[in-house]
Every structure is written in C-alpha cells, then in structure tokens.
C-alpha cells in the first residue's frame, strides 16, 4: 500500500524500536548496510526531509510503501524506492518489557 512520509514518521515515532536496511547501489554491485535504532525520534524540517540520526534523509520524492502485515505480527514494514531501485527496508516493532 503506498504510504506517505507523514503516515511513515507517526509511525517511526510510535514504535520503540526500528530496523533500517540501507541499500546502496555502485554499478553493478548493492551493499548493504543495517542498523538498529531504540527510541528513534523524527521530524520533518523545513525543506521537508526527514533526518534520520543526521545520517540520511527520507523526503516525499521517494516511494514509500507499507507492507501489509498480519495484525498478529504487530510490526510494520515500509519498503523506500528510488525509481525503480529499493534503497531501504524499514522495520517498526516494540520489544515486550
């Protein structure tokens, strides 16, 4: 389901923990990168990027779909595209205290 960055940063700052997948693509080769984050807070700034940790920006021009989940899984999983290239796998979830 396409999803904008405003449903995707209510989400981000709802759940306590996220997983980031970061494709980056050199030619023929893709490296990825993974990294986890608790307790992640983000917000748009004024040009309407949304910076995560200040390390890369998600914005508007970039597709964003929710994944559908079954409710029981209680996560939620955005895929971020560029084009026709997917640079990034979001996971959102809440450990159990």
Same mark, same amino acid.
């Given at each position: 389901?396409?999803? *904008?960055?405003?449903?995707?940063?209510?989400?981000?700052?709802?759940?306590?923990?996220? /997983? =980031?997948?970061?494709?980056?693509?050199?030619? +023929?080769?893709?490296?990825?990168? *993974?990294?986890?984050? *608790?307790?992640?807070?983000?917000? $748009?700034? @004024?040009?309407? $990027? +949304?910076?995560?940790?200040?390390?890369?920006?998600?914005?508007? @021009? &970039? /597709? =964003?779909?929710?994944?559908?989940?079954?409710?029981?899984? @209680?996560?939620?999983? &955005?895929?971020?595209? $560029?084009?026709?290239? /997917? =640079?990034?796998?979001? &996971?959102? &979830?809440?450990?159990?205290?």
């Amino acid at each position: 389901m396409v999803s *904008t960055l405003d449903e995707l940063i209510v989400d981000i700052n709802r759940f306590s923990n996220c /997983k =980031i997948s970061f494709r980056r693509h050199a030619d +023929a080769d893709i490296e990825i990168q *993974t990294v986890d984050y *608790t307790n992640l807070h983000v917000e $748009k700034d @004024k040009s309407g $990027k +949304a910076w995560v940790n200040n390390e890369f920006y998600i914005s508007d @021009k &970039y /597709k =964003i779909i929710r994944v559908e989940e079954p409710e029981e899984a @209680k996560r939620r999983v &955005y895929q971020i595209t $560029k084009g026709n290239m /997917k =640079i990034m796998d979001i &996971y959102l &979830y809440n450990i159990p205290v």
